[in-house]
């Protein structure tokens, strides 16, 4: 069983449209996160929640809004997307408890293109 | 907030020359230290972390790291590079109020 789950993996679609992007982990962490990786392969963090409550919440425009239902899933949003939002989004958790406290498992990538 | 500075963006080594890739780190106390690999169309995994103790930590694939508290260092060695190891490496620096942040990484070329 895939850890961490991200879809869709692959979206395009046009300017000012809406999206989401779902994630759901079965590790039993508490802690989840979205990151956004730009053409330079550079991650930035955009949302952390932990036990659905939101933790970090970087400056990251109004436009994208986080649901976490359940602790075990992470959706990403995104109204009225911009040619600038076309990257790699990656959902993480991070366990939070034993010995590997911290670590975080990543899902393969969701590669938006907006034309 | 913690910060991450890895200053070589790409790096070419032959096979079976050593490696060693360069981390620092901003972080008014003592950090989680990770070490995470990215081959081409694929997450994230994990190489290699330091949370405390001993600071010289053995991660897969042959890899090492060691943290240097003086430096605010967390470099990592592999004393023979082999071709499956080209690939993207980033250094992470994590606080326990959950975040968890990424330098730009370090792109891995191997000559034959």
Redesign the interface.
């Known amino acids: 069983d895939t850890a961490?789950s991200q879809t869709p993996k692959y979206l395009v679609t046009q300017m000012g449209n809406d999206k989401s992007i779902k994630c759901e982990q079965n590790l039993g962490h508490d802690?989840m996160?979205w990151?956004k990786q730009d053409s330079?392969?550079?991650?930035k963090?955009m949302f952390?929640y932990?036990n659905k409550e939101l933790?970090?919440n970087e400056t990251v425009p109004n436009r994208f809004s986080p649901k976490s239902p359940d602790k075990a899933h992470l959706n990403l949003h995104i109204n009225s997307l911009e040619l600038g939002d076309s990257a790699v989004y990656?959902c993480?958790s991070?366990r939070d408890r034993g010995p590997?406290?911290?670590?975080?498992f990543?899902?393969?990538?969701s590669r938006l293109t907006v034309l | 907030a913690q910060s991450v500075t890895q200053p070589d963006i790409h790096i070419t080594v032959s096979e079976g020359a050593s490696l060693e890739l360069r981390c620092n780190y901003s972080y008014g106390a003592t950090p989680?230290l990770?070490w995470?690999v990215?081959s081409p169309g694929?997450?994230?995994?994990?190489l290699l972390?330091y949370?405390s103790g001993d600071t010289l930590v053995q991660g897969i694939k042959g890899f090492e790291a060691e943290f240097k508290r003086s430096q605010s260092s967390f470099n990592l060695r592999k004393p023979s590079v082999h071709w499956s190891d080209a690939a993207?490496y980033?250094c992470?620096v994590?606080a326990?109020?959950?975040?968890?942040?990424?330098g730009?990484?370090t792109?891995l070329t191997v000559k034959p």
């Open positions: 961490v802690t996160y990151y330079k392969k550079f991650l963090i952390s932990n933790i970090i990656f993480a991070r590997n406290t911290g670590e975080l990543f899902g393969e990538g | 989680y990770f995470y990215q694929q997450g994230l995994q994990l972390k949370f993207e980033f992470a994590g326990k109020a959950y975040d968890m942040r990424f730009a990484g792109r």
